[in-house]
């Protein structure tokens, strides 16, 4: 079975700060992807990026990281000098062999200025 | 741009009614999902198809069914509606060549709203 745990609900911080938010996986297969997805409060889910098992290289794009470490089952990801737009709902969803998305129950984010 | 439109955009329903759920897709893609999303509960699988006619369950199945007659077409739908289904619901398709490079991504519609009083 797969499953994603994103254990932290809700997290407040004050525009400018640096904020990670975690994600942890379980899966018995050796291929599959992980995602991230943002969810403003206008509703739509925004893909973030997509992760293949093969490959732990961390990523950056602007003021977003992510970093993939198989060893603990983990994929977080960081905002840096974090924004009000930031503000959102943010999952984190495993796929196998391409097929359908489990999703964590999501983490709320809200920056305040 | 995938090309996914979700009909209607919001309902409101009395229980115990049928309701229909449309998925429209303009770019003939095999994989098609429907998600309902609940607080606590991320977005968790209805159904999905992965061809015409060819469908399969999800995790939340029960009182779904689901029917693909065309490819571009992936419809939702709720025999007899209980408040417990009103929730947020999401169609999804999956994009990408696939084979060896497993280069996959999952495109969503911008959802429905379903309120059952």
């Known amino acids: 079975a797969q499953k994603v745990t994103q254990a932290q609900t809700e997290i407040s911080v004050v525009e400018k700060e640096d904020v990670t938010l975690d994600c942890v996986y379980e899966t018995r297969d050796t291929t599959y992807y992980l995602f991230w997805y943002k969810q403003p409060p206008s509703g739509e889910l925004v893909f973030l990026i997509r992760?293949?098992?093969?490959?732990?290289q961390n990523e950056i794009s602007g003021r977003y990281s992510w970093n993939f470490q198989k060893s603990t089952s983990s994929f977080n990801f960081t905002i840096t000098a974090s924004q009000v737009v930031d503000s959102a709902v943010y999952f984190c969803?495993?796929?196998?062999?391409?097929?359908?998305?489990?999703f964590g129950a999501g983490t709320i984010l809200r920056v305040k200025s | 741009d995938a090309g996914i439109t979700q009909s209607p955009r919001h309902k409101v329903t009395e229980t115990g009614t049928p309701v229909t759920l449309r998925c429209h897709q303009t770019e003939n893609h095999r994989y098609m999902y429907w998600y309902r999303q609940d607080p606590g509960h991320g977005l968790r699988l209805i159904h999905y198809s992965y061809g015409v006619k060819d469908t399969d369950k999800g995790e939340v199945s029960d009182g779904y069914s689901v029917s693909r007659s065309k490819t571009e077409d992936f419809l939702l739908t709720l025999e007899s509606a209980t408040s417990s289904q009103t929730s947020v619901y999401f169609c999804?398709?999956?994009?990408?060549?696939?084979?060896?490079?497993?280069?996959?991504?999952?495109?969503f519609g911008s959802g429905t709203r379903l309120t059952v009083v």
């Open positions: 969803a495993l796929s196998r062999h391409g097929n359908k998305l489990v």
């Open positions: 992760r293949n098992s093969f490959d732990e």
């Open positions: 999804a398709i999956r994009e990408g060549p696939g084979g060896k490079d497993f280069n996959y991504g999952y495109t």
